[in-house]
């Protein structure tokens, strides 16, 4: 079976700052995801991406960016840090877009102070 | 993607049978339904999928009615390891490639 491996698991940042979020998968799987989670509310796609190099905007992308150097590796940037914010940012992989079945990551928790 | 309906929370005893009810009228003919569970501080695991035919693994069955506008998740002897939240969802296979995930089930287990 693969992993799905995602660093930080904890991340604090400070108002304004710009943060990275890193994913790596080892089941050789063609699609990458970045779900955003809000406590009370069901997980918003922010960005996924079909192949390497390639990048697809979901429903949240504005305030990120996103980049698939590696078919294996999928990273997220948030842009401008906003001041308390608290969420968890959850990366998955899917074989494909011919599967909904995706695998996740434990995700990583993002505090803003 | 269609939209899923289901019960905010459930709660259920350690050996008992659940019954974890999904509405979905709008559902199109080309649309799975997918069934997702989630622990705290874990991400979405998948737990099964079907178009028409009940289908069942060694996690739980999936009964789907015959109009498909409704799905039951059936879980046999649950424990408290399958306290977590159920999400329904609907997807087109081979066409986008996104899940929509809403609010789901709790499912609570007593002792």
């Known amino acids: 079976g693969g992993i799905i491996t995602q660093t930080p698991k904890f991340l604090i940042g400070q108002e304004g700052q710009k943060l990275t979020l890193k994913c790596q998968q080892n089941?050789?799987?063609?699609?990458m995801y970045w779900y955003r989670q809000d406590s009370g509310k069901g997980l918003r796609l922010i960005y996924y991406?079909?192949?390497?190099?390639?990048?697809q905007k979901g429903d949240l992308s504005e305030g990120y960016d996103a980049s698939r150097e590696k078919k294996s590796s999928f990273s997220l940037t948030v842009t401008s840090a906003q001041k308390n914010e608290m969420a968890v940012f959850l990366c998955?992989?899917?074989?494909?877009?011919?599967?909904?079945?995706?695998?996740f990551g434990e995700g990583s928790k993002l505090t803003v102070l | 993607d269609a939209k899923t309906t289901q019960p905010d929370s459930m709660e259920s005893t350690e050996g008992e049978t659940v019954h974890l009810p999904c509405s979905h009228a709008?559902?199109?003919?080309?649309?799975?339904i997918y069934w997702y569970r989630q622990v705290p501080l874990q991400g979405p695991e998948y737990v099964t999928h079907?178009?028409?035919q009940n289908t069942t693994n060694s996690m739980a069955f999936l009964a789907i009615a015959s109009d498909r506008k409704s799905s039951t998740l059936i879980l046999t002897h649950v424990s408290l390891r399958d306290a977590a939240v159920y999400h329904c969802?609907?997807?087109?296979?081979?066409?986008?490639?996104?899940?929509?995930f809403g609010l789901g089930t709790t499912l609570q287990v007593q002792p």
């Open positions: 998955a992989s899917s074989i494909g877009g011919v599967t909904g079945q995706l695998y």
């Open positions: 089941f050789n799987h063609d699609t």
């Open positions: 991406s079909i192949t390497e190099n390639d990048l």
């Open positions: 709008t559902i199109s003919g080309n649309e799975y």
């Open positions: 079907g178009l028409q």
């Open positions: 969802i609907l997807r087109v296979d081979g066409n986008t490639r996104k899940l929509i």
